[in-house]
């Protein structure tokens, strides 16, 4: 029976322990039996009813040994279920302390993680109320946790928080993104900026519904502080802490590019008068110091105004307005700036009276360039400056005009030869009597950077003031004579004469000759095909060396004719001295058609007309220039006149467009006069 | 005492309100170290099976005549993985009927029958209890209590009796099997109880769908697969068989339908 029910156990001890309940009941102890076999894990109740039967049927003891060992089974059972229970129990009790104990434990490393982690932590629910923040954030932000706990994240704005930083917010507690990272100023509850790379991210339940936002918060002051004060560095003059040149551009540029139509801007461009005297006599220690006061003074009188101040270098400062309503405005600006400095300043006992002469510029955006603007500016200083200084001056379009042809040459007109910044166009001298393309004539331009495409006018006079004359002229002498070259070879007689002006310090020029020699020699261009066209000054110039140079290339086949006849103190003894082969009579002969009528303009006609018998007389070809309608050309044909030039005959253009002219215009009279 | 390393960041929180393997099975086999919802889970399944608490007497007898197998052949390390609540026939009181200097190390994830065992075997200076999962061998063979036993010199019983079936495809428990045999002395053995597809296969859904509930869902495999488990182990005869036929006590003991208790039983050896 007992082994039936105990097959878990080991036979043997079933089998002892069968006997030693039998033993025991029939001893007179079934309680005792029944003890021990629950003890034993003998718990069926199957066992138990199976017993009962087996006692009741036994040969008779005393008692009832059946219903003795029914309740001793109970009570054993009972007593070790109890037992049981409550040893279930108390491990379940253990178990769960120590799950505490062990949760505890994590959550107290995870609080000081928390607590102690050397960059701010901050906790808040996606409401945006902070609900924890760590020792870190707390001194990062001078705050104790009760400035912060329950304030909304949103109140934590800076003005220097971009537009993007508060999106990326929204994204992130609506739940569209994980986590986003910026540079981002908070105050400090004492008022105080820091700054910190922020690092957002969005906690979400089991779910996946959000449930925190945790930032993370590095304090980054000082290497922000660091960046800035490079960036000043990079941006301020170190002697006077005003915005630098660059600085200075940078905003003006900005300036431009954001400034909406029609808005206007100002500058005073500002020069000391006397700083180079105080300089040289006191030096430059005091020289500084001046320079350090000066800047004091503009900036506490133009900053308030909400104008910018820089020092451009040496003793030249600028003062940008940037809404500026009017010339009155930088004009007002200009009488500030001088009666800042109207105060003599006192260094080391020296009482500096230091005026200063300042240009003005107002103009709208978009109308000139910054580097124009600055140079207009500056050139209108000059104009302050030579009529005394301690004054301010306007900026005139006409005058600046002259200045900024002065100053491009004097400046960059080395380098522009260098950079390829010249190049040529040729307009076309015609025949009047069959309207053929018999010449043309050469013109330099320059593709300025800043100032657009600037015409001979604007610079060769400056030019010829500073010699760079005679590089330009090399230069302009090679490429015209190497493009005629190319159109005789391409189009043999019917190839134009070109003409290439010359100035008079480059007919004075010995090298002259070797130059031309060279060039016709490299280029293969006919002598006979080149024409140098001088002016009547040069002609009048000093005889001797220029003379000699022009006969010499005469000699050489190179003819020569005189521009712009008429205009100077015509000294007709040239036309004997100089070996001419013709006469280009100025524009200002021919009278336009004018509905007005004009008292001198039949004279002018009867010069022209007296001119081209002289011409005729001496075997001149004689060209009229400024020829802009075909009336006029057939006037001047009928008094004698040979060419043409003008917008009537065409403007100067490229080569290739040139070229276009001349084969829609192939038949080059026989008849022609030229030149021989 | 349950050891928790750092790395424990979130202890697994006790729940008497879902049944518990190894209070089920102590309920099967008539004892009360469990509470209603496993009592309740029990009566579930016993309605459907009736046969349940035979086959948990079976395993157990199993477990018994294993132990005495190996204490005779002189193993006197044994590492109980699963060990639950082994208050019928516990190891140590088996194998020191041979080897009266036998240790074990029971090993448990559940809190509670790890806590029971340190109560029951609070005196015993040879017994340790551990708790670790099977599922996470590098982990379990790394507490100081487990890498002790297994130091070389000695083979190690390792006992693996019911327990994976609780360990389902996806965690890979062959693997987790042959990390444990490699960090077995040479000489070790390995005691396997599973429970299996092939003789009572109407049971093996209605079954499965009963543990689903609980945290150790059980997952019944077939022939081949619990095989594979005593991979580089040699069978002892009689290999892999019903719960009943591996050396049973006397031949009847076996019974007429050994497949009715459908667990696979075996015990390997390690060269």
């Known amino acids: 029976m007992l082994r039936r029910h105990g097959t878990p156990l080991h036979p043997t001890k079933v089998a002892a322990l069968g006997a030693r309940t039998a033993a025991m009941i029939c001893d007179g102890r079934p309680g005792q039996a029944a003890t021990a076999l629950v003890a034993a894990h003998f718990t069926d109740p199957d066992l138990l009813v199976e017993a009962v039967e087996l006692l009741r049927g036994a040969p008779s003891q005393e008692g009832d040994p059946a219903g003795a060992f029914a309740a001793a089974w109970a009570i054993a059972l009972r007593e070790r279920t109890l037992r049981q229970q409550e040893t279930i129990r108390t491990a379940a009790d253990v178990a769960r302390r120590e799950a505490e104990q062990a949760l505890h434990a994590s959550e107290a490393r995870f609080r000081a993680l928390f607590e102690h982690a050397a960059v701010g932590i901050g906790v808040g629910s996606v409401d945006g109320e902070i609900l924890a923040a760590n020792r870190s954030l707390l001194e990062m932000f001078g705050a104790r946790l009760e400035d912060l706990r329950g304030r909304a994240v949103t109140d934590l704005v800076h003005p220097e928080d971009t537009p993007e930083i508060w999106h990326a917010y929204e994204d992130l507690i609506g739940g569209r993104r994980e986590s986003f990272q910026c540079d981002k100023p908070y105050y400090r509850k004492d008022g105080q900026v820091v700054w910190t790379h922020l690092t957002v991210s969005l906690i979400r339940d089991e779910d996946g519904t959000p449930r925190y936002q945790v930032a993370m918060l590095e304090d980054i002051t000082d290497r922000y502080r660091l960046q800035e004060r490079l960036h000043h560095q990079a941006t301020h003059d170190p002697l006077t802490g005003l915005p630098n040149r660059a600085a200075f551009f940078e905003r003006l540029e900005e300036l431009f590019a954001k400034a909406p139509p029609g808005a206007h801007f100002g500058l005073c461009y500002i020069d000391l008068d006397r700083f180079k005297i105080v300089n040289d006599s006191l030096g430059h220690a005091t020289g500084d110091q001046l320079l350090v006061e000066v800047a004091g003074r503009l900036a506490t009188a133009l900053g308030p105004l909400g104008h910018t101040v820089a020092r451009l270098g040496g003793d030249e400062f600028v003062v940008l307005l940037e809404h500026c309503g009017g010339e009155h405005d930088a004009v007002a600006a200009a009488r500030t700036v001088l009666g800042a400095l109207r105060e003599p300043i006192l260094i080391d006992g020296h009482k500096l009276a230091v005026g200063a002469s300042v240009g003005v510029l107002e103009r709208p955006v978009g109308t000139i360039t910054p580097g124009a603007a600055v140079r207009a500016a500056d050139l209108t200083l000059y104009r302050a400056k030579e009529a005394g200084g301690a004054r301010w001056t306007l900026y005139d379009a006409r005058t600046n005009a002259e200045a900024v042809s002065r100053y491009t040459v004097s400046v960059r007109m080395p380098m522009a030869l260098d950079r390829g910044e010249f190049f040529l166009e040729y307009q076309p001298l015609c025949s009047l009597a069959d309207g053929s393309l018999t010449a043309v004539e050469a013109l330099v331009r320059w593709r300025h950077p800043l100032l657009g495409t600037l015409g001979p006018d604007e610079f060769v006079p400056a030019a010829e003031e500073t010699g760079l004359i005679l590089p330009l002229g090399r230069w302009i002498l090679s490429q015209a004579c190497a493009q005629g070259a190319d159109w005789q070879r391409r189009y043999g007689q019917r190839a134009p004469q070109v003409n290439v002006n010359i100035t008079a310090r480059q007919a004075r020029s010995k090298g002259l000759i070797a130059d031309i020699g060279r060039i016709l020699a490299d280029t293969g261009l006919e002598p006979g095909l080149l024409q140098l066209e001088i002016t009547e000054s040069t002609a009048l110039g000093p005889r001797d060396e220029s003379l000699r140079v022009l006969n010499a290339l005469v000699d050489r086949g190179i003819t020569l004719a005189v521009d712009d006849f008429g205009t100077g103190w015509s000294n007709l003894a040239y036309l004997r001295d100089l070996p001419l082969s013709g006469l280009k009579l100025s524009s200002s002969f021919i009278a336009e058609p004018s509905a007005e009528p004009v008292p001198d303009s039949d004279v002018a006609w009867r010069i022209i007309g007296g001119l081209a018998d002289l011409s005729r007389s001496l075997g001149l070809t004689l060209t009229a220039e400024g020829v802009e309608t075909r009336e006029t050309a057939e006037r001047l044909r009928a008094l004698g006149c040979d060419w043409g030039q003008g917008w009537h005959f065409g403007r100067p253009v490229t080569p290739e467009q040139l070229e276009e002219l001349f084969l829609a215009n192939p038949q080059k009279g026989t008849n022609s006069i030229k030149p021989s | ?271």
């Open chain 2, 1 to 271: 005492m349950a050891h928790h390393t750092w790395q424990t960041w979130s202890p697994s929180w006790v729940d008497l309100e879902t049944p518990n393997a190894a209070r089920v099975y102590d309920y099967y086999l008539g004892g009360s170290h469990n509470f209603e919802a496993d009592r309740r889970m029990a009566r579930q399944a016993m309605e459907q099976w009736p046969d349940l608490p035979k086959i948990m007497q079976a395993n157990r007898a199993f477990l018994r005549r294993s132990v005495q197998y190996l204490a005779a052949r002189g193993f006197t390390r044994f590492l109980d993985i699963g060990s639950g609540i082994p208050t019928l026939g516990p190891v140590h009181e088996v194998a020191r009927e041979l080897q009266p200097e036998a240790q074990v190390v029971y090993v448990d994830r559940d809190p509670v029958a790890v806590a029971h065992s340190q109560l029951m075997l609070e005196e015993d200076p040879l017994c340790r209890v551990v708790q670790a999962d099977v599922t996470e061998p590098d982990e379990l063979l790394a507490q100081p209590d487990v890498a002790a036993l297994l130091e070389p010199g000695e083979p190690v019983a390792l006992l693996l009796v019911a327990v994976l079936h609780f360990v389902p495809d996806e965690l890979h428990p062959h693997a987790q099997v042959a990390r444990l045999r490699d960090a077995l002395p040479p000489g070790s053995a390995m005691v396997l109880c599973h429970a299996c597809r092939e003789g009572r296969p109407d049971q093996v859904g209605p079954h499965q769908d009963i543990y689903a509930r609980t945290r150790t869902p059980l997952t019944m495999r077939g022939h081949a697969e619990i095989g594979r488990f005593f991979d580089g182990f040699t069978l002892v005869d009689p290999g892999l068989v019903y719960l009943t036929q591996w050396r049973p006590d006397s031949p009847e003991a076996v019974g007429p339908h050994p497949e009715r208790l459908p667990g696979l039983v075996g015990v390997g050896l390690l060269p």
